[in-house]
């Protein structure tokens, strides 16, 4: 019996520590964690500033880490009511923590700057930024071994 319980608090302490090269879990759960915070942004997102933002959308795979810094980066402005300018500040806080990646490529392709990409009111922004974070969840649920993205452009 009581090893039984050692065995089942080894099990349920192993499952608790995430080694260091689970990084795949680890960006899972922080993309997730993204889409959360930019349904809760969409609420708290001034609709009524007339700046429009860099807004990338059909980004290469290639070119998501990129893709990313640009929506981390945009100067997002918060809706005029007190409560949910407070709520806005913490989550823009934790859009713009860093992601783990994939891999480091010693040599990465070249992608377009952030000031390059159409501009966009905010909600259609969020919205971008929520579809670029869903294919990223699911391609690497999905990858394809054999699927090359380069196309031929890579060196």
Same mark, same amino acid.
């Given at each position: 019996m009581?090893?039984?319980?050692?065995?089942?608090?080894?099990?349920?302490?192993?499952?608790?520590?995430?080694?260091?090269?689970?990084?795949?879990?680890?960006?899972?759960?922080?993309?997730?964690?993204?889409?959360?915070?930019?349904?809760?942004?969409?609420?708290?997102?001034?609709?009524t500033?007339? &700046?429009?933002?860099? +807004? /990338?959308? !059909?980004v %290469?795979?290639?070119?998501?880490?990129?893709a *990313?810094?640009?929506? #981390? &980066?945009a100067?997002? +402005? /918060?809706? !005029?009511? %007190?409560?949910?300018?407070?709520?806005?500040? *913490?989550?823009?806080? #934790?859009?713009?923590?860093?992601? /783990?990646?994939?891999?480091d490529?010693?040599?990465?392709?070249?992608?377009?700057?952030?000031?390059?990409?159409?501009?966009?009111? /905010?909600?259609?922004?969020l919205?971008?930024l929520?579809?670029?974070?869903?294919?990223?969840?699911?391609?690497?649920q999905?990858?394809?071994?054999?699927?090359?993205h380069?196309?031929?452009?890579?060196?």
């Open positions: 009581e090893r039984t319980i050692i065995y089942c608090l080894i099990i349920i302490f192993s499952g608790t520590v995430v080694p260091k090269h689970s990084s795949p879990i680890r960006r899972q759960t922080r993309i997730v964690q993204l889409l959360q915070i930019v349904e809760q942004l969409k609420t708290c997102v001034n609709d500033d007339p &700046a429009f933002l860099p +807004t /990338p959308e !059909n %290469e795979k290639h070119c998501e880490e990129s *990313i810094k640009c929506f #981390q &980066a100067p997002l +402005t /918060p809706s !005029n009511n %007190e409560e949910k300018k407070m709520r806005f500040d *913490i989550l823009v806080k #934790q859009l713009r923590r860093k992601l /783990p990646w994939r891999e490529k010693k040599s990465k392709p070249k992608c377009p700057p952030c000031d390059s990409f159409k501009e966009k009111p /905010p909600q259609e922004f919205d971008s929520r579809s670029l974070l869903q294919k990223m969840i699911s391609y690497d999905h990858p394809h071994p054999h699927h090359h380069c196309r031929g452009h890579c060196t």
